[in-house]
């Protein structure tokens, strides 16, 4: 689905970085977002105050049954304006319990690339049925003033509580330098500090497991 620009070029609000901790544990439960967020915010409480702050789905994880093994290539990784950058690197050496702790190691800052291929694991807009999935990205996109075309792909859950938020993995391709950074600084949909909505840059339209 093509998406055209209706309100001009986009506007990337500040300058967005993303830290990389090295994270040791022995491992997590797969639904974590919720539980990680809250460990996540007892260290650092600001994050409630960056409205557009992001969480990425946790890397370098392997399924063992009910549970997520973390290995020496796991990865936390947060989006934030580079104002907190002295901020985040206070997280180095926190422990968080999920119940089971993980320790945060050393932290890598990774400036955002401007991709015109985007790819995010799990978007949520409010709605489990595609059609009105498509329609609901399609506006926000448009909002946005983003110029590019989408593709949608497999159907995920999030969940937070007794709730669960059903949602979308979704790509953007035929982005510009400018909407590139844009998108991936604003995100689409709800639930950025649980994962949901955060582009990372993929090489192509290839099929990656959307």
Same mark, same amino acid.
């Given at each position: 689905?093509?998406?055209?620009?209706?309100?001009?070029?986009?506007?990337?609000?500040?300058?967005w970085?993303?830290?990389?901790?090295?994270?040791s @544990? &022995?491992g997590?439960?797969?639904?974590?977002?919720?539980g990680?967020?809250?460990a996540?915010?007892?260290?650092?409480?600001?994050l409630?105050?960056?409205p557009?702050?992001?969480?990425?789905?946790?890397? $370098?994880?392997?399924?063992?049954g009910e549970?997520?093994?973390?290995?020496g290539?796991?990865?936390?990784?947060?989006?934030?304006p580079?104002a907190?950058?002295?901020?985040?690197g206070?997280? %180095?050496? &926190?422990?968080?319990?999920?119940? /089971?702790?993980l320790?945060?190691?050393?932290a &890598?800052?990774?400036?955002?690339?401007?991709?015109?291929?985007?790819?995010?694991?799990?978007?949520?807009?409010?709605?489990? +049925?595609?059609? %009105?999935?498509?329609?609901?990205?399609? #506006?926000?996109?448009?909002?946005?003033?983003?110029?590019? +075309?989408?593709?949608? @792909?497999?159907? $995920?859950?999030?969940?937070?509580?007794?709730m669960v938020?059903?949602?979308?993995?979704?790509?953007?391709?035929?982005?510009?330098a400018? +909407?590139?950074? /844009?998108a %991936?600084?604003? @995100?689409?949909?709800?639930?950025?500090?649980?994962? &949901?909505?955060?582009?990372?840059p993929h #090489?192509?339209v290839?099929?990656? @497991?959307?």
């Open positions: 689905m093509s998406l055209a620009r209706s309100n001009g070029a986009s506007l990337v609000p500040g300058r970085i993303d830290y990389a901790f090295a994270v @544990g &022995c997590i439960e797969r639904n974590y977002p919720e990680l967020y809250a996540l915010r007892r260290h650092a409480p600001w409630d105050d960056e557009l702050a992001a969480v990425h789905p946790l890397r $370098g994880l392997t399924e063992a549970a997520l093994l973390l290995g290539r796991s990865r936390l990784m947060l989006r934030l580079e907190r950058g002295a901020a985040a206070e997280l %180095q050496g &926190c422990r968080l319990d999920l119940p /089971a702790p320790l945060l190691g050393p &890598c800052r990774r400036e955002l690339l401007p991709y015109p291929v985007l790819h995010a694991r799990l978007v949520v807009t409010g709605t489990g +049925d595609e059609a %009105q999935f498509v329609a609901d990205v399609a #506006r926000e996109v448009e909002a946005l003033g983003l110029d590019c +075309d989408l593709i949608v @792909g497999r159907r $995920g859950e999030l969940v937070l509580g007794a938020h059903a949602g979308f993995s979704l790509m953007l391709h035929g982005l510009s400018a +909407d590139s950074l /844009a %991936q600084a604003q @995100g689409v949909g709800s639930h950025r500090k649980f994962g &949901c909505g955060v582009f990372v #090489r192509s290839a099929p990656v @497991g959307l």
